[in-house]
Each structure stands twice: as C-alpha cells, then as structure tokens.
C-alpha cells in the first residue's frame, strides 16, 4: 500500500475543491510543474493526476500541462476527470499516461468500458464517487442509478486494475477517513482498491493499516498534504510495512 499525492488542475494552476464543488476551488501551487518534480523528488511511487476543468465539461485547459508534467516526471501517473470516451482514453494512453480513472463513461457505456479496458489491461480504474449510497457523475453535479454493487457485478470478472473509491461528503473536509465505508467495499469486490476522500493525518494512515488486505493498493493524498496535516515521507514508511 502507497500513498499517491494529488495535483487537481484548475486553469493550468494545483487547486484544492471541498466536496468536489467547482466555486471551492483555492489555489495550493500556481506551477503543477514544480509541484509534480517535488513529489518526485520526495520518492513518491505513482502521482495522482486529475483535470478538474475537465470533469466540469471544459475542455482542453490542461492538455499542455498534462503533457508536460507527463515528459517532467518519471514516475507512473494516474489520471481522471473527464475521459468520457474511448479516444480520449487512447489519447492519454499515447502520451504516455499509466494509468486511467474513469467515472461518467463507466457508468453510462459499461461495455465500451470493458472492451477499452481489454486494449489496456491492468491500466484502468473505475471511479466510485460515492455521495450516500450513490455513485455521482459529471463532475459529482449528477446522481447515478449505480450503487459500488452494481459496478462490481459489471466490472469485477473483468480487465479493469481495480477500482478509485471516493467519500465526496468527506471529500476536502480533512474530517478523516470512513473507515467503514471502504472496509464495507472492500469486503463486495476482489479488485484492487485505491482510497480517498477526508484524509486528515497520520492516524488516519494507522487506521488504514487496521483494514489492511492486499486489495487496498493506495490511499489519495490531496489537501492533508497541502495543509501541513501528512508527512508524505512518513506516510509512506508507514504504509511500506505492508508493501
């Protein structure tokens, strides 16, 4: 288990969103690039990436920068926001982007999900936004019909590498994990999991070893980091004792 630091994209600048609100959006680094070096730098394993301007249905504000942090950094990286087809997926795919998190379009074209993941196997996560028991889409504006269940009966026997399960009440709120929240999904689902949503400090990286199974890949690390409350160094010494 890792922990994976994230810059989210806002106009080409690394914001932090509470909730997943748009109007919430504050300012952490204006240069995403130096910011994904330092993670870098620190030793982190994999960058989580995410274009918010994209999730929110603007397009193509952070293409150049993607690139860029894509050609500035060696580590893998692991995008979401906005890939709601299968040629943007191959897009990203070809310029060098390791990983995938798809939301909307996995909900809304299962199929045409699972026969991208067959090109790309291993290398595509499916967003669980959750909001109560349902899974939101477009930018988290939108509820789903689609509980985690249902996308586990769709996705699991599949080749997707697992799953990004996100507590979109706790999301930005440094209110701490749901730590039964991820153990209930966990327990629904063979696939690898990557958490996020409410992280707050170092004993919420002790809990996470509590729950530990080989399923639970990684954990997001996005305002906590930027407000001083993790340790990235730390936290991942923590963490490798389960690697």
């Known amino acids: 288990m890792k922990i994976f630091p994230a810059i989210d994209l806002k106009?080409?600048?690394?914001?932090?969103?509470?909730?997943?609100?748009?109007?919430?959006?504050?300012v952490f680094n204006e240069s995403p690039l130096d910011q994904a070096?330092?993670?870098?730098?620190?030793?982190?394993s994999r960058l989580h990436l995410v274009d918010l301007d994209a999730a929110f249905g603007r397009k193509d504000i952070n293409s150049n920068t993607i690139l860029k942090i894509r050609e500035c950094i060696s580590i893998p990286i692991q995008l979401g926001g906005g890939i709601r087809d299968k040629q943007i997926a191959k897009q990203y795919f070809e310029l060098g982007i390791?990983?995938?998190?798809?939301?909307?379009?996995?909900?809304k074209n299962v199929e045409q999900v699972i026969m991208l993941a067959e090109s790309y196997k291993d290398r595509i996560?499916?967003?669980?936004d959750v909001l109560g028991e349902n899974i939101m889409m477009n930018g988290w504006g939108d509820k789903s019909f689609f509980t985690p269940a249902k996308i586990f009966q769709k996705y699991d026997e599949t080749s997707i590498r697992g799953y990004v399960l996100t507590d979109?009440?706790?999301?930005?709120?440094?209110?701490?994990?749901?730590?039964?929240?991820?153990?209930?999904?966990?327990?629904?689902?063979s696939k690898k999991f990557i958490v996020g949503g409410g992280l707050k400090?170092?004993?919420?990286?002790?809990?996470?070893?509590?729950?530990?199974?080989?399923?639970?890949?990684?954990?997001?690390?996005?305002k906590a980091?930027?407000?001083?409350?993790?340790?990235l160094k730390e936290a991942d010494q923590l963490l490798g004792l389960n690697a």
């Open 98 to 107: 390791n990983y995938l998190i798809i939301g909307s379009y996995a909900v």
């Open 168 to 189: 979109i009440e706790n999301d930005g709120m440094l209110s701490g994990l749901n730590f039964d929240m991820i153990s209930s999904n966990l327990r629904l689902s």
């Open 125 to 128: 996560y499916v967003a669980l």
């Open 37 to 44: 070096k330092f993670f870098e730098d620190q030793g982190c």
């Open 201 to 222: 400090d170092i004993e919420d990286i002790r809990g996470l070893k509590k729950i530990y199974t080989p399923q639970l890949e990684g954990i997001i690390a996005g």
């Open 11 to 26: 106009n080409n600048k690394c914001v932090r969103l509470t909730k997943g609100k748009d109007e919430t959006s504050q």
């Open 225 to 231: 980091y930027y407000t001083g409350g993790i340790n």
